[in-house]
């Protein structure tokens, strides 16, 4: 699948990584992050200037972004709702609407990269929660940025590796994911128990 993706970029250019990098914004299943990597490369062979891979996925992802915000807005609570039934979604999208409701803007932006898999489902919640738009564009403009460099710089500097390099990239945004669902239960029942035996957390706390 790998090479009929980059075999598209290497026929029709920049376009492939831009319509890649929107859908994934929208919550569409693309691989964007490993197109990226694969623009990056070609950069690095000198198929494309690095710094129009950088602009133009940028852009895309600014505009889906704001495209998955502006559906949240406009009518998101249905469309998580019925997400949420393909219980392969729903513990990403209660991820999700935790980093939002708790993190705002902060959340916004780590899930831009470093939880990259919650970020299109970030887009939704935040829109459908009426984050603010200015904040919900800052943090996600500087997310955004951070994301492409990272992927995009990782293709250019090893283009000759890309190989190896791919199962490593993904299997590390799986962990990522992974780790931050593992963390955010925890977080939850910790303040359920909290919640459900103040008394004794408070003795206990007075020892």
Same mark, same amino acid.
């Given at each position: 699948?790998?090479?009929?993706?980059?075999?598209?970029?290497?026929?029709?250019?920049?376009?492939?990584?831009?319509?890649?990098?929107?859908?994934?914004?929208?919550?569409?299943?693309?691989?964007?992050?490993?197109?990226?990597?694969?623009?990056?490369?070609?950069?690095?062979?000198?198929?494309?200037?690095?710094?129009?891979?950088?602009?133009?996925?940028?852009?895309?992802?600014?505009?889906?972004?704001?495209?998955?915000?502006?559906?949240?807005?406009?009518?998101?609570?249905?469309?998580?709702?019925?997400?949420?039934?393909?219980?392969?979604?729903?513990?990403?999208?209660?991820?999700?609407?935790?980093?939002?409701?708790?993190?705002?803007?902060?959340?916004?932006?780590?899930?831009?990269?470093?939880?990259?898999?919650?970020?299109?489902?970030?887009? @939704? *919640?935040?829109?459908?929660? +009426?984050?603010?738009?200015?904040?919900?564009? &800052?943090?996600?403009? $500087? /997310?955004? %940025? !951070?994301?492409?460099?990272?992927?995009?710089?990782?293709?250019?500097?090893?283009?000759?590796?890309?190989?190896? @390099? *791919?199962?490593?990239?993904? +299997?590390?945004?799986?962990?990522?994911?992974? &780790?931050?669902?593992? $963390? /955010?239960? %925890? !977080?939850?029942?910790?303040?359920?128990?909290?919640?459900?035996?103040?008394?004794?957390?408070?003795?206990?706390?007075?020892?």
């Amino acid at each position: 699948m790998t090479d009929t993706l980059f075999a598209l970029v290497s026929n029709y250019g920049l376009w492939v990584v831009a319509a890649s990098v929107f859908l994934s914004c929208i919550a569409l299943p693309i691989p964007a992050s490993v197109l990226m990597l694969g623009a990056g490369a070609f950069a690095a062979s000198g198929d494309f200037m690095l710094w129009q891979v950088l602009a133009v996925s940028w852009i895309a992802a600014m505009i889906g972004d704001q495209t998955g915000f502006q559906i949240g807005r406009a009518g998101g609570a249905t469309l998580i709702a019925r997400l949420q039934n393909r219980p392969s979604r729903a513990r990403v999208i209660a991820r999700a609407r935790a980093t939002v409701l708790r993190h705002g803007g902060i959340g916004v932006f780590l899930s831009r990269w470093l939880f990259s898999p919650l970020g299109p489902y970030v887009n @939704l *919640i935040a829109g459908a929660a +009426d984050l603010p738009r200015k904040r919900f564009t &800052l943090w996600g403009a $500087l /997310g955004e %940025a !951070v994301w492409v460099a990272l992927y995009v710089g990782l293709g250019y500097a090893f283009a000759g590796r890309l190989d190896a @390099l *791919i199962p490593i990239v993904v +299997d590390w945004s799986g962990l990522v994911l992974a &780790l931050g669902l593992g $963390l /955010g239960a %925890a !977080v939850l029942l910790v303040q359920r128990v909290r919640r459900r035996y103040p008394v004794r957390v408070r003795s206990r706390r007075s020892r």
